[in-house]
């Protein structure tokens, strides 16, 4: 992996009141690429259980000796969820909820609420989570504008930049809605058996690839004008770069224009693999 660290981010979305799915997704770029997930049946939390099952099958793909480093949400933490990360020596970053017990060796913080409480920043390298003691960093940050602060387990040192990493598992919604509304409308499919849901989503995962692969291809090989301009300013605060960046679709979006144009010209469509020569 040529010492890069893999992002994966692990979170729950649900298909109206018929399936709870648990989906582990890749960093690529600015966007999260489905890796693996879990189909439970009605509207469910899937729980440890279900997702050690998940991560289990997860690691299996992994290249031995890969750094790797999982983002979730405060909906997951648990002691047997660091435990599992712990013996598999994956590093994390985790959102906690408020009420956790927690220990830092100071009198009144009982609570993950009570550390983060009237704090903007505040940063806690030896913390023990539940009442088994779980040794962590936290990181709390609470900027302005924001109703709750962040409140991060780390495996690294507590600091700002640690925490703001965190943002990196949003990349994971864009994902979901490019497999609903924003994309291939999941949602309205009247698919009730698990296992046809399981492979439509894997011929979703397969397209989804297939999309951004083609998006990212074309804004590098034909950038419209106004990408053009933007990459040729050194100034990164430059109008051009602000227009482009607002006005620009997101690599998934634009394989998927792209290949559905195609399609509808009978053209040929672009290649799903780009290493492969025809």
Known sequence: MGGQTILLSMDQTDWGDRFAVLMISVRCGDRSLPLGWRIETGEANIGFAGQQVLLERVRAWLPEGAAVRLLADRFYPSAALFDWLIAAGW???LRLKGNLLVDIGGAGIHTT???AAGMRER???KAHLFDVSIPTA????????????WIIAMDCPPNRAAVLDYGARWAIEPMFSGFKSRGFRLEDTKIEAPKRLDGMILIMAVAMYWCVQAGQDDARCNPTATEKKAREQPDPNHWSVRKAYRSALSWFKRGLRL???RAASALPLPKFFLGMET
């Open 138 to 149: 936290i990181g709390v940050l609470h900027e302005s504008g924001h109703p709750e602060p």
């Open 113 to 115: 609420g009570d550390l």
């Open 123 to 125: 940063y806690e390298a």
């Open 259 to 261: 290949l559905l144009r």
């Open 91 to 93: 590093q994390y970053w």
